[in-house]
C-alpha cells in the first residue's frame, strides 16, 4: 500500500508505479498525448496492480467510441482478476467502468459521487463525472459537483487549479459569467498547462460576444498545442468562432484547414467540431468547397457507432450536406433501434430529440424547410438533452433560424432573429440575417439599423 500525490490510498507496493499513476492523472488533466503512455508504464512497474487496469479502461472509454469498447473491457477484466485485498474507493471506480461500459451513465455518475463523498481529493472521480454530466446536459452539476469537493481543497493540494477550472466552466454554463471569468482565470494563472481552465474562459468570451478578447485570449502558434490530445482542435474550432461571430470567414476557412481539420481523424470531437463549423459557414451561404466530402466518408463506416448522441447530430449534417440520402436513412434506422437499448443515456435521448433534429438536418437539406421548422421549433429547449455546451448547441437553433427564412416563414425568422440579436449582439452574420428578413416585410428603417448593427459587429 502507498499514496498518490494527493494522499489517496493505492494498493500496490511500487513507489515507481505510483509515481507514473500521478502522472497518467496530470497527462489527462493537461489533455498530454502520453497519457496512455503513462497509464502503461504504470502497469508494467506493477501488472498487478488494479486501479492502473481500471485507469486504462477509463482512457479508452473516453474515446467515445464502441470500437474500443472491447480493450475497455479486457482492461476491467484484469482490473478485476487484481481486485482482491484492494480498497473499497478503487473497488468503486472498477464498478464505475463497468457500469460505464453498459452506457447507464446516470449510475456511473452516482458511483463516482460515492467516491467522492467519501475521498473528496479523487480527482479522477470528479474530473470524469464532471466528463459525464457534460454530455449528459446536467449544466448546473457542471457547477455544483466540483463545489461539493472544495472543502477538501486549496492551493497547497496538487491540482487544486483544475477544480477551479471545472468549477469555472459550470459557472459559465449556468450563466454567471463573472464568477467563470474569474475562477478560469486564476486557474490559468496557476497552471498554465490547463486548457480546460482556458477553455472555460473562451466560453465566457464567446457568450459575451468579446470576440477580439476571445481571439487574443486563444492566439497560439499554430504547433502551441502539438503535444496534446484532438481537444486542441476544440479551442482552435473556439478560435474559429470568434472570427465567424466577426463574419471573418477567409480566417475561419483557413483555421479549419491548419488546425481543426488538418488529422483527418474520425474522432468524435474532431467530427463535432468540423461539422458544426461547416453548417455554420454555409447557413451565410459561404462556399465551403468539397470540405464535407472527406468528412461524410468517415462517418459513413460509423454507422453503427453510437455513444454520445451529440456526435450522431453531426454524422447527419454530413451525410445531409453531400445528399448521402441512403447512408442517411440508414443511420435514422439505426438511431431508431438504438432508441430502445435498455439503460443507455444516449439511446433514452433518441425519441424525443436526437432523431426528430436528424431528421430536420435531413429535411432542411432537401429543401422541406417547414418540415425542420416543424421538428425543431417545439424542441428548443430540449436541445440540452444532447449535451455539449450552449456554444455547441448553438448550431440547431441557428439551423431553426435558417429553416424559417428560407422556408419563407419571415415573421417567425424576425421573431427568432430578435431574440438571437439580444442574446448574441455582436454577431454579424445575425444582424445581416435580420436585416434581410426585416427588408423582406418592408421595414426597411429598421433593416438599415440592423445593417449598421453589423457593421459594429466586426469591431467587437
Not at 476571445?214 to 496534446?228: E, F, S, Y
Not at 421595414?443 to 445593417?451: E, G, H, N, P
Request: contains cysteine.
Amino acid at each position: 500500500m502507498t499514496t498518490d500525490i494527493r494522499g489517496l490510498d493505492l494498493t500496490t507496493a511500487s513507489d515507481i508505479a505510483a509515481t507514473h499513476f500521478d502522472e497518467a492523472i496530470k497527462n489527462y488533466f493537461e489533455y498530454r498525448l502520453r497519457a496512455s503512455d503513462s497509464v502503461k508504464a504504470t502497469i508494467a512497474a506493477d501488472p498487478g496492480f488494479a486501479l492502473a487496469h481500471c485507469l486504462h479502461g477509463y482512457f479508452f472509454m473516453l474515446f467515445g467510441t464502441v470500437a474500443v469498447h472491447g480493450k475497455a473491457r479486457a482492461a476491467l477484466a484484469a482490473a478485476e482478476t487484481h481486485a482482491s485485498g484492494i480498497t473499497s474507493r478503487e473497488a468503486a471506480h472498477i464498478a464505475a467502468l463497468r457500469t460505464w461500459l453498459t452506457g447507464d451513465m446516470v449510475r456511473t455518475c452516482a458511483l463516482w459521487e460515492e467516491i467522492l463523498v467519501e475521498h473528496p481529493r479523487d480527482l479522477l472521480a470528479l474530473r470524469l463525472q464532471h466528463f459525464a454530466f457534460f454530455w449528459l446536459g446536467r449544466s448546473r452539476e457542471l457547477r455544483d459537483a466540483p463545489a461539493r469537493v472544495l472543502h477538501a481543497w486549496d492551493e497547497s493540494v496538487p491540482g487544486y487549479s483544475y477544480i477551479l477550472g471545472m468549477l469555472a466552466f459550470g459557472h459559465e454554463e449556468c450563466g454567471d459569467y463573472a464568477t467563470a471569468e474569474r475562477l478560469g482565470r486564476r486557474a490559468v494563472d496557476m497552471a498554465r498547462e490547463d486548457l480546460w481552465a482556458l477553455h472555460a474562459v473562451a466560453h465566457v468570451l464567446e457568450m459575451q460576444g468579446r470576440l477580439r478578447e476571445g481571439i487574443a485570449w486563444l492566439d497560439r502558434p499554430a504547433d502551441a498545442w502539438d503535444d496534446r490530445n484532438p481537444f486542441r482542435g476544440h479551442l482552435w474550432w473556439h478560435l474559429a468562432l470568434y472570427h465567424f461571430e466577426r463574419g471573418a470567414y477567409d480566417e475561419v476557412l483557413a483555421l479549419y484547414d491548419r488546425s481543426i481539420r488538418a488529422d483527418k481523424s474520425d474522432f468524435y470531437l474532431d467530427i463535432q467540431n468540423c461539422a458544426a463549423l461547416l453548417a455554420r459557414l454555409e447557413f451565410q451561404t459561404i462556399d465551403v468547397g468539397d470540405r464535407w466530402q472527406e468528412l461524410a466518408d468517415h462517418v459513413e463506416t460509423r454507422l453503427d457507432d453510437h455513444v454520445l448522441a451529440f456526435t450522431d447530430t453531426h454524422a447527419m449534417m454530413a451525410l445531409a450536406a453531400t445528399g448521402r440520402t441512403q447512408a442517411a436513412a440508414r443511420l435514422l434506422d439505426v438511431l431508431r433501434a438504438f432508441a430502445g437499448t435498455p439503460g443507455n443515456a444516449a439511446a433514452a435521448t433518441m425519441d424525443p430529440v436526437t432523431i426528430p433534429i436528424c431528421q430536420a438536418i435531413l429535411a432542411q437539406s432537401k429543401g422541406a424547410d417547414a418540415r425542420a421548422v416543424e421538428l425543431l421549433l417545439p424542441r428548443r429547449d430540449d436541445f440540452i438533452q444532447l449535451g455539449a455546451s450552449h456554444a455547441q448547441r448553438d448550431v440547431f437553433t441557428q439551423l431553426l433560424v435558417q429553416a424559417a427564412i428560407r422556408g419563407g416563414q419571415m415573421k417567425l425568422a424576425r421573431a427568432l432573429l430578435s431574440e438571437r440579436t439580444t442574446v448574441k449582439p455582436n454577431s454579424t452574420g445575425t444582424w445581416l440575417n435580420y436585416a434581410a428578413v426585416l427588408d423582406d416585410l418592408g421595414d426597411t428603417k429598421a433593416a438599415a439599423q440592423a445593417r449598421r448593427q453589423a457593421d459594429e459587429s466586426r469591431s467587437a
